[in-house]
Structures are given as C-alpha cells and as structure tokens.
C-alpha cells in the first residue's frame, strides 16, 4: 500500500471518528486534498519579485505585478475548466468577481470590496503548467503595512490549523533577519526539527546584482551557490536557484512586436548600441533616428529591463537567434528559469506525494491532540505509526539531520548520502550521481556499489550512531531502487 494510500485509510477512520463535530468538514478537507495538485507557495519580502516569477512559471501574465489592490491579497492560481476568479471575503459568501486583460496582464475588479475585505482570491485558468501544482501568491513579508505583510504569516504560519501549501519558493535578494525569522516558523516540529524538505529558496531578481552587465547571471550562480552552502541556509531551503524573474516572464509571453523593435536594435553598428544601452534615462531620451518612440522604449525597458534589452541585442547581433520562438527560448534559459523548473520537477513534484501526506498527517495528529475523544487515540497512534515507519520520512530526518548539522562525517561521505536519500532529487541516477541517460548496467553497478557500502558503514562499529541510523535508511533507499528496477523489468 502507497504512502498516499495509508495516508486516506487513517483520514477515513478519522472522519468516522469525527463525525457530527465541527472537526469533521476540516478531515474531509484533508482527504480531498491528497487527491489535489500540490500546492506551492510564492513567498518574499516586498518588490523580491514574487508576481513575476509566478507569472513565468504559468507562462501567462495572470498575476499583477504593480502596487495595485489584488497584491495586498493571498491569491490562487489554479487549473480550471473556465476562466473565473473567485472572492473569499472575511465576511459573507464567496463570489465571483469580474476581470478584463490589458496586453495580457488580468485586471480584477473587486467591486465594492476592498483588499482589506477579501482573505484571498481563486483564480480558476486552463493552463498546463498549473495542472501539477496549484501556485500561491502572497502579498510581500515587510511591508510597510503590517496587515498586509501579516497575511502572509497567517497563510503559511497560522496559529491554529495547518498551513494550505504543502511547499514553499522563497524569494530572497540577500538573506534578511526576516527572511530566517519567516522560513524558519513555516518548518514544522512533528517530522523533524528543523526541515528544509519543502521550501526552495531564489535568489530573485539576479540579473541587477551585476548591474544588469552581461555576466550578471554568472555572478548570480557564483552568489547562490555559496549561499546554498551556507550551513545557516542549508537548515532553512534545499537549495537555492538565480533568477532573473522579469526576464523569465518575458520570455514566457514576447511578441511579434517586441521581436522587431529588439531586432532593430541589435542591426544597429556595436558601438551605437553599446551607447544606446548604457543607461535606462540614455536608451529612453537618444537616438531618435532608432524609429521607436519613447512610449515604445519604456514599454521594452519596463518588460526586459536593461540586462534583458543588452543579452537580447547580443544574442541577436551574433546570430544565436533568428526567429521570436528561438529568442524566447534562449532568454528563458539563460534566466535561470529552466533550472529552477527543474529544481521543482525533481524536490516537489517527484515528492508530491510524500509532501501531500505529510502535509495531511501532521493536520490529522495536531487535531487529535487538541481535540481529543472516544477514538481518537486510535487515530494518533496511526498516524504515529505512518510517520515512524514509512520510508520517505525516515529520508526526510536524515536530509533534515545532515542539513542541521546533527549527521556528520567526512565530506565526500555526507554529500553521497545527502544525494542518496534524495536530497537533489528523487530519480535513480539523482541519487546515484549518474547522467539521465544512464544505461541499466550503469544503474544497477552503481546501486549495488552504493548498497555495498553503506551496508559495511551501518554495521561498522566505528560509525557514530547517528551516521549508523542514517546508514541504516541509506541502505533501505538503496533497496527500494533494485525493487523498483525488478517490478520494471
């Protein structure tokens, strides 16, 4: 039986428990949503960039990006059969809101409603990229109003109930007391203490640390990846990924017409438009003899900024790019938005079903405990029971004891077993270090070489006996991919 499986099995047992209380809609809740996409979290401080990256992810301009009404609004993003978004008030019946779209960008009218009336918005689109997980914008921790940055700790940090995102993206452009004070309350107690497990961090808007100069996105790597080894972030985020979020929206959504006016650009002689793009005031206000007015010059700053306009002219003068398709597909990747998908792919979404139960479990075990009654102790030993055995958990303590600092060991031998218990990913030849198109003969060598080791390691008596409990899960790992290549086979 599936952890999932296990998981709605105690979630029936508690609802019959539950049954006539008030407790009994929030259990049914809970079951309903193992069946659901993940949900994830966009969380940041204000102007990290949180809409845009959301709207990159989509492909769609659908989030706001100005200071408007709806940012000040937790807001979901999630696949539907029609377009349709729905307001929450704090008082009242939920109801449906109007909107219209402006190159692109939906406008939502709350009509005699304000932010301070709505506890959130549900938009409903038809969007592939929305089917596996449902995204959540959240209005910027920091906030000079502190109801609105407020909002975003009641969402993923509430005091009474559990938190409705089974992960969260964290956006950070340095990392702030904030920034630790917020990730560290979002990780729960009950699985391990603490748990990086379901939070990724961004190191946001990328390409201005370099001042939008060409490199801008090497120097972003170079900074996140200290940053992901950083021992005080390692406790807080799996890994930490550079965006430049606005370029990676543009990417997403670039016209025809955006095409021409970069392709005039790029023809022009390299002198000129290294002059012409030295400076947002001196590409807006020069050369006149472009053939762009200055409307049209703001529009293509406020849509690349200038380390998109310098890469886009480049890409093209040299002959990288040819079509707007092409152009698209370059400008994402060198975002930094194709790695993070990935990074998403393999954390969260290969996850998604360990991340849902936990998720369910840990609600179903705050609830039993607060709200005890004649069959509830049955329920919590099940779930006790779930938590202690089930073999994704016991990956998860020993992910989250080598990123606290508890597991120790040489190098070389925690960062094998951080990788082998899925600490980059759940894929075979992620845990075993192997290229995707690794052969099978590669992949069982390299299973049966790693099951090899870390079984002498475990029986060792040398090993200190937290590296022999996290040995001992290692080698359960290890098992669990020679099954799963047997039952293939």
């Known amino acids: 039986m599936s952890l999932v499986d296990r998981t709605r099995v105690v979630l029936d047992h508690a609802v019959d428990v539950y049954r006539g209380t008030p407790h009994e809609a929030r259990l049914d809740a809970l079951r309903d949503r193992l069946d659901e996409p993940l949900r994830v979290a966009v969380a940041g401080r204000i102007k990290a960039g949180k809409s845009t990256l959301l709207n990159a992810l989509v492909g769609e301009r659908l989030a706001p990006t100005d200071a408007g009404e709806c940012t000040r609004v937790v807001t979901w993003y999630q696949d539907g059969h029609t377009y349709q978004i729905v307001a929450h008030p704090h008082q009242g019946l939920p109801r449906q809101v109007r909107f219209s779209r402006e190159a692109g960008a939906i406008d939502i009218d709350l009509g005699d409603l304000s932010s301070d009336d709505v506890a959130q918005l549900e938009v409903s689109w038809p ?7 449902t995204l959540i914008d959240t209005p910027g921790i920091g906030s000079l109003s502190e109801q609105v940055s407020q909002r975003s700790w009641d969402l993923l940090v509430p005091d009474d109930q559990e938190t409705p995102a089974d992960a969260v993206i964290y956006l950070m452009r340095h990392l702030h007391s904030n920034d630790v004070d917020f990730l560290r309350a979002f990780h729960d107690v009950e699985v391990s203490r603490p748990n990086p497990v379901n939070a990724i961090g961004v190191l946001s808007r990328a390409d201005e640390i370099a001042v939008g100069r060409l490199d801008a996105m090497a120097s972003a790597r170079r900074i996140a990846g200290r940053l992901g080894t950083d021992p005080s972030v390692r406790k807080l985020v799996q890994s930490v990924v550079p965006v430049a979020g606005l370029l990676a929206e543009t990417a997403a959504t670039l016209t025809e017409v955006e095409f021409a006016r970069l392709r005039r650009i790029s023809e022009l002689p390299a002198a000129e438009t290294e002059q012409l793009l030295l400076s947002a005031d001196r590409f807006v206000q020069s050369m006149p003899e472009l053939g762009m007015t200055s409307i049209e ?20 003068r040299h002959g990288t790019c040819g079509t707007a398709t092409e152009l698209a597909r370059e400008l994402t990747e060198r975002s930094g938005l194709a790695q993070l998908r990935e990074v998403l792919g393999s954390l969260f979404l290969e996850r998604r079903d360990v991340l849902k139960s936990r998720s369910a479990l840990l609600a179903l075990a705050e609830v039993t405990r607060l709200h005890p009654r004649s069959g509830s102790e049955s329920v919590a030993g099940k779930v006790e029971e779930i938590i202690a055995s089930a073999h994704p958990f016991n990956e998860l303590r020993v992910l989250s004891g080598l990123r606290a600092g508890w597991v120790t060991g040489k190098p070389d031998v925690v960062a094998e077993l951080e990788q082998l ?12 270090r192997l290229p995707p198109d690794a052969s099978d003969a ?7 070489g790693a099951l090899a080791r870390w079984q002498r390691r475990a029986e060792n008596p040398l090993t200190s006996p937290p590296m022999a409990v996290a040995a001992r899960v290692a080698v359960r790992s290890c098992e669990g991919m020679i099954a799963d290549r047997h039952r293939s086979r």
């Not at 969007?127 to 997980?133: D, N, W």
């Not at 010059?297 to 093209?316: H, I, V």
């Not at 590669?442 to 049966?448: F, H, I, K, Q, Y």
């Open 297 to 316: 010059r703001e529009e293509l700053l406020a849509r690349f900024g200038m380390f998109g306009l310098r890469l886009s002219a480049a890409l093209l």
């Open 442 to 448: 590669e992949l069982d060598a390299a299973t049966d």
């Open 421 to 432: 218990i899925g600490g980059s990913g759940a894929a075979p030849h992620q845990r075993l």
């Open 127 to 133: 969007s592939q990229a929305l089917r596996p997980m």
